[in-house]
């Protein structure tokens, strides 16, 4: 039973990653203190480069899983799973804070139903993903790997959609 208490200490991160998004919209405050009328394109930017950066760390942590001890292990998934939540939290924020900015009041509801339907396609294919990634036979090593393999080709599909 030792699990269910590491899978709670990782989930902790994702609580712990709100708080950590209020420091990271007060530091893109400051660095955008110089130039107000752009700090929704700087926020955003922040909050993707994050979301590039924290899907690297877990992608390597991953990698070399099998060398730590369980702890590191919770320990690094912890903090991983923490950043990358606050990080995704500043994208949510900044995104929200542009296109209230952009769109009409008219436009914002079936903007916001647009988006979260894809979000929630998205989600379940990524679920279903995982799913088979996870069902694979070959032990922990075969799923560690496959898991991997899908979090690069986020990882590339993200860098694609962020240079495009």
């Given at each position: ?128 993903m995982y799913g088979y990634a996870l069902a694979s036979e070959g032990g922990v090593e075969a799923q560690v790997s496959r898991s ?14 962020f240079c495009a």
């Amino acid at each position: 039973k030792a699990w269910m208490n590491y899978a709670a200490l990782v989930s902790l991160g994702g609580v712990i990653g709100p708080f950590l998004s209020s420091a990271v919209v007060y530091g893109v405050q400051a660095l955008a203190a110089r130039q107000p009328e752009r700090i929704n394109w700087i926020g955003l930017n922040c909050g993707m480069i994050g979301q590039v950066v924290t899907l690297v760390l877990l992608v390597l942590v991953l990698a070399f899983v099998q060398f730590f001890s369980a702890g590191t292990r919770i320990f690094l998934l912890f903090a991983v799973w923490g950043a990358m939540t606050a990080l995704n939290n500043v994208t949510t924020i900044y995104f929200n804070a542009h296109t209230q900015q952009r769109l009409d009041r008219s436009e914002r509801g079936r903007f916001i139903a647009n988006i979260l339907t894809l979000f929630t396609l998205a989600n379940s294919v990524g679920s279903l993903m995982y799913g088979y990634a996870l069902a694979s036979e070959g032990g922990v090593e075969a799923q560690v790997s496959r898991s991997s393999g899908l979090l690069l080709t986020a990882l590339a599909l993200r860098l694609v959609i962020f240079c495009a």
